[in-house]
Every structure is written in C-alpha cells, then in structure tokens.
C-alpha cells in the first residue's frame, strides 16, 4: 500500500523467492546495447537504507504498513482478489497542492498523469507511459470490469499557505481534502475521484522517510463525510532522497555523485517523486476501499501491486540490479515516453495475467 524502499526479508518464502529470483537473472546483468538514441544500461545499485517501518502497525485506524519486496516472477506470490471495487470507471484526478510549488514542476508531474490515457491524435513512442497503465487494466472486479483505461486530471486546488501545517499525519491529511471539497468548484467526485495530495519539500509527513514516501487510503465519512479515495507523495528532494528518490540518489555518496543515476528531467525531488506517483496510483485503482486486489493474510498491511515489483523498473532487475533502463544522450535515464517528448522513470507493476512483475520496456 504504502512505497517504501525494504530489501530485508523477513521470511523464509520471501528469501527463497529472492533466491530464485538471483538464479534466474544472474546471467542478464551485462547486456548493454544500442537502440535508436539511447543506450540501454542495467545499473547496480547500492540499497537504499533499511526501513523500521515493518515493526510499525495502524490497526487502530485500519491503516497499514508494511513492504515486501518480491522481484521478478513467482508462484509464490498470493496476490488474491478480496471482493471489493476497482476503479473501473474513467478516473478524474483532483490535485491538491499543499505547499510552495514552482509551476515548472507542478507541469512536469500533470506531463506524466496526463501521459496515462493519451488522446489519439497524439502518438507518443513506445515504450509509453500509457502502455505502463495496460498492466493496472487487467485488473478486474466480481463484475469483470477493468480498471479504467481514462485518466484525466479533472481539477486542482492549491494550499501554498500550509494551512494544515508543516507537519502533516495520516488523519491531518484528511482536513486538507476537506477543505479542498469545500472550497467549490472543487466536488465530492466518489464515483469517479481520485484526490491525489501532493506536498511540497519543506512538508514533512508522519512516518515520511523513516517508513513511507507515499500511501493511498479512504477519507473516513465521520470525518470528511464521504469516503473517497486518496493518495499522498511528497517531494523527498531534500527530506530523505536517497530513501524516496531512489534510483536518482543512493545512499554513501553525494546526491549527484557516482552510483546515483541522472534524472530524466533533471529533478531528483520531481523525478523521484513521480515514481511514488505511480505506484500509488496503480494501488489505490486496484485496491481503492483495501478490500480488492493484495497479498497477504493482514488487510491492515496488504501488499499491493506496486508493493510487488518496487525497486524494480526494467528486464532483469533484482539483487541490487534495478533493470535494464535507457540512457540518452545525455547520460539521463528513463524507462518510458510521455506527452511533449517528456521521459521517465516509473517501476513496473505486477501483472495478473503474466503473473510477473511487467513494463512497457520489457526485452522479451
Ligand atoms: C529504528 O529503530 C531503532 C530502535 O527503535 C532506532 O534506534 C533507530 O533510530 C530506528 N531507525 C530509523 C531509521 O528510524
Ligand atoms: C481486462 O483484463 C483482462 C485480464 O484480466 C484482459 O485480458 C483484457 O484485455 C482487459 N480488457 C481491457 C479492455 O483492458
């Protein structure tokens, strides 16, 4: 449900995973060839640092947390169906901008969102970003509808006074879509809405960093009145980017010095950040209510379909491999075409149909 960056196992099935998952890819880490205007690479990484976050439960509020880092492709994973919605209608986006944004920015992430369901009129090469969002449409409800294949940002509200504060908690977060609900032509969309709370980098976040970098949930009706779905990410470039920016900064070196990969767009905070974005996004369509599609036997610490295939973002990642990924001429690397020529770097998500984790920049 949550991002975090985890590459302990805590169990002897998640170990033996990582182990044959070792064994498959041990031999596909040295490829490096030449494709079109870019160059593909499979970098080793140094680990992002170890979370406490598994030793950290919400089932007072139902919350959760917990990450499990499964790589590659297992018939151990039990990624089970739980009877409840997806989002299966178009979905409408309603950003909320809590903090100081620089409207360079702010259009960089609505570059990526609005690359998700790409008009026809536009052709944007493959591998794309709307091809990503293929793997969340195979996800189904009882019904056999499939997550929506329309997404569209339909409004945006911003907080640049953080009247919330600069320290916001999971229940805080809930009063900032309030008064985004409240404040009109900003509507209670709980057919269709998605609020996605995007917070500025002086913004720091219950359990940010140490445990998460980004969470989705439900507003609760004795709070906000109706239960909408949401999400939250915030900017890491300057809070933990070696936690939340991952790949852009690892930890042991200089945010921009060897090991680090170079951002597509050359913003470690926005770049790392849309990642998050992503995999959020991904897991509140398949799990809005936390009761349709995870693994494992806890509802309050369900792993998603992000959850699955975190840290990985290309063909032959695992064991410190992030994938096989493109670099462009400028040393900048990126998984994946958006809108305006945009480039970026998403992870994959975990497929139903392969049973394996899946992108659009796969090899095979
Ligand atoms: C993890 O927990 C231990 C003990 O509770 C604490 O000393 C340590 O600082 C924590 N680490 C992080 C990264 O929060
Ligand atoms: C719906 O999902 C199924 C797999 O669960 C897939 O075979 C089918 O192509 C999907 N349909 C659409 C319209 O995406």
Same mark, same amino acid.
């Given at each position: 449900?949550?991002?975090?960056?985890?590459?302990?196992?805590?169990?002897?099935?998640?170990?033996?995973?990582?182990?044959?998952?070792?064994?498959?890819?041990?031999?596909?880490?040295?490829?490096?060839?030449?494709?079109?205007?870019?160059? $593909?690479?499979?970098?080793?990484?140094?680990?992002?640092?170890?979370?406490?976050?598994?030793?950290?439960?919400?089932?007072?509020?139902?919350?959760?947390?917990?990450?499990?880092?499964?790589?590659?492709?297992?018939?151990?994973?039990?990624?089970?169906?739980?009877?409840?919605?997806?989002?299966?209608?178009?979905?409408?986006?309603?950003?909320?901008?809590?903090?100081?944004?620089?409207?360079?920015?702010?259009?960089?992430?609505?570059?990526?969102?609005?690359?998700?369901?790409?008009?026809?009129?536009?052709?944007?090469?493959?591998?794309?970003?709307?091809?990503?969002?293929?793997?969340?449409?195979?996800?189904?409800?009882?019904?056999?509808?499939?997550?929506?294949?329309?997404?569209?940002?339909?409004?945006?509200?911003?907080?640049?006074? $953080?009247?919330?504060?600069?320290?916001?908690?999971?229940?805080?977060?809930?009063?900032?879509?309030?008064?985004?609900?409240?404040?009109?032509?900003?509507?209670?969309?709980?057919?269709?809405?998605?609020?996605?709370?995007?917070?500025?980098?002086?913004?720091?976040?219950?359990?940010?960093?140490?445990?998460?970098?980004?969470?989705?949930?439900?507003?609760?009706?004795?709070?906000?009145?109706?239960?909408?779905?949401?999400?939250?990410?915030?900017?890491?470039?300057?809070?933990?980017?070696?936690?939340?920016?991952?790949?852009?900064?690892?930890?042991?070196?200089?945010?921009?010095?060897?090991?680090?990969?170079?951002?597509?767009?050359?913003?470690?905070?926005?770049?790392?950040?849309?990642?998050?974005?992503?995999?959020?996004?991904?897991?509140?369509?398949?799990?809005?209510?936390?009761?349709?599609? $995870?693994?494992?036997?806890?509802?309050?610490?369900?792993?998603?379909?992000?959850?699955?295939?975190?840290?990985?973002?290309g063909s032959g990642g695992g064991g410190g491999y992030i994938g096989q990924i493109m670099k462009d001429r400028n040393g900048r690397s990126f998984n994946m075409n958006g809108r305006r020529?945009?480039?970026?770097?998403?992870?994959?998500?975990?497929?139903?149909?392969?049973?394996?984790?899946?992108?659009?920049?796969?090899?095979?």
């Open positions: 449900m949550s991002t975090f960056l985890l590459f302990s196992t805590s169990s002897c099935a998640q170990l033996l995973i990582l182990i044959l998952f070792l064994a498959n890819h041990a031999q596909c880490h040295a490829t490096s060839k030449q494709h079109h205007h870019y160059t $593909y690479h499979n970098p080793k990484l140094p680990p992002p640092p170890t979370t406490n976050h598994t030793d950290t439960k919400y089932e007072d509020k139902g919350e959760f947390t917990s990450s499990k880092r499964f790589e590659g492709s297992s018939n151990l994973v039990d990624l089970k169906y739980h009877m409840g919605p997806v989002l299966s209608s178009p979905i409408n986006i309603y950003l909320i901008w809590y903090g100081k944004w620089a409207p360079s920015q702010q259009l960089l992430i609505k570059d990526f969102l609005l690359s998700i369901s790409t008009p026809h009129h536009q052709t944007i090469p493959s591998p794309s970003v709307s091809e990503w969002w293929h793997t969340v449409s195979y996800y189904t409800d009882q019904t056999g509808a499939n997550i929506s294949q329309s997404v569209l940002v339909v409004g945006e509200y911003s907080d640049t006074k $953080y009247s919330h504060g600069k320290y916001l908690t999971r229940l805080t977060i809930q009063e900032v879509i309030i008064s985004a609900v409240r404040t009109k032509p900003f509507p209670v969309d709980h057919k269709n809405g998605i609020y996605l709370i995007l917070t500025s980098e002086d913004v720091s976040m219950q359990d940010y960093c140490r445990a998460v970098c980004g969470f989705h949930y439900f507003t609760f009706p004795s709070m906000v009145g109706y239960t909408l779905p949401y999400a939250w990410v915030g900017n890491s470039g300057k809070q933990c980017p070696e936690v939340c920016a991952y790949p852009f900064a690892v930890p042991g070196y200089m945010k921009d010095g060897p090991g680090a990969l170079r951002p597509p767009n050359g913003d470690i905070g926005i770049d790392g950040m849309i990642s998050v974005i992503a995999h959020e996004l991904a897991e509140v369509s398949s799990n809005p209510l936390v009761n349709a599609w $995870y693994a494992g036997e806890d509802p309050t610490a369900p792993t998603e379909i992000g959850d699955l295939c975190e840290g990985l973002y020529g945009k480039k970026f770097l998403v992870q994959w998500i975990w497929s139903p149909v392969l049973k394996a984790c899946a992108g659009p920049n796969a090899l095979d």
